[in-house]
């Protein structure tokens, strides 16, 4: 929820608006935020945090949700980042007073809000943790309308599906060649969507093909994944974005468990759901 206090004469005059209906203010207003941390701002690991980082420094950034799951985008510059660190932290609630609102003319944006927020010098964050907010849960886009273009390409996506097919793997890195791998998902009706991770993120795929010991559909959720316009021989898909991507494959969420029962009943499914790389001395991989 949004509460913009008006400073017209008229004192504890309130009006509060939707977070998805918000206009803009003038940058003379209070303005209030009640909201919750959707996604993580500050720290070392790029998969748990939406850190950029620029030539010279750290610009911090995060989306919070407010109690009616509408999203919005902070910014918290260099000079301001430590000022407000112990504060944004994910999933903590606050009330952020005084702070700038700017056009979201990113030209990939976190959420679909109109406008991003800018931390300053004089922000407040008051009544941290004081304010019971439901944790919002992932917006799955389907499949098919990513294929039909019916989804913007600008704005970060979630996507879940089972693994389906692995495509081309570069595992070892070698000049400007980075590690990444090419796969497809399928969704519960069939649908089939590519897929690329890089560096980190391919890592990490590799590190549970490695480590995995039980068998059945390999479900792999990727929130704020970036859609990929179809180039040459690469099909339109998805790929994880560089600071703000999370990445969680046949973990225990209540969104993945509930698919991968219902995808081990699909016969039409990933097969054996069986997802083992091996590698060539260039780094090719195949299917063992």
């Known amino acids: 929820m949004v509460v913009v206090r008006k400073h017209d004469g008229e004192r504890n005059k309130e009006e509060k608006r939707n977070i998805d209906k918000y206009e803009k203010v003038h940058k003379a207003l209070s303005v209030f935020i009640v909201g919750w941390i959707h996604s993580s701002c500050y720290g070392v690991d790029p998969l748990e945090m939406v850190v950029i980082e620029t030539t010279d420094a750290w610009v911090v950034q995060m989306v919070i949700c407010d109690a009616k799951g509408d999203n919005a985008h902070i ?42 927020f800018i931390l300053n010098g004089n922000t407040l964050l008051q009544d941290l943790n004081e304010f019971e907010i439901a944790k919002p849960g992932f917006k799955f886009v389907p499949f098919d309308e990513i294929k039909n273009g019916k989804v913007r390409k600008d704005v970060l996506i979630d996507v879940i599906g089972s693994f389906h097919e692995l495509g081309y793997t570069q ?8 590690v990444h791998i090419n796969f497809k998902i399928k969704d519960l009706t069939g649908n089939i969507l590519p897929c690329i991770l890089w560096e980190l993120f391919a890592e990490k795929f590799v590190k549970y093909n490695n480590e995995r010991k039980d068998d059945g559909p390999v479900v792999i959720l990727i929130h704020n994944a ?51 790389l091996s590698t060539t001395s260039q780094g090719q991989p195949s299917l063992s």
């Not at 932290?89 to 005084?98: R, Y």
């Not at 595992?171 to 980075?178: F, N, Q, S, T, Y």
């Open 75 to 116: 910014i918290a510059p260099t000079v301001y980042a430590n000022q407000y660190k112990a504060e944004l932290v994910e999933n903590n609630t606050f009330i952020l007073q005084n702070f700038e609102i700017e056009k979201n003319d990113l030209t990939i944006k976190y959420c679909h809000h109109p406008f991003k």
């Open 171 to 178: 595992l070892v890195p070698g000049g400007a060649r980075k």
């Open 226 to 276: 970036m859609i990929k316009e179809a180039i040459d021989k690469y099909e339109l898909g998805v790929s994880n974005a560089w600071n703000s991507t999370k990445l969680f494959i046949n973990e225990d969420l209540p969104e993945i468990v509930p698919f991968q029962k219902r995808f081990a009943y699909i016969k039409k499914g990933c097969g054996s759901g069986d997802l083992e």
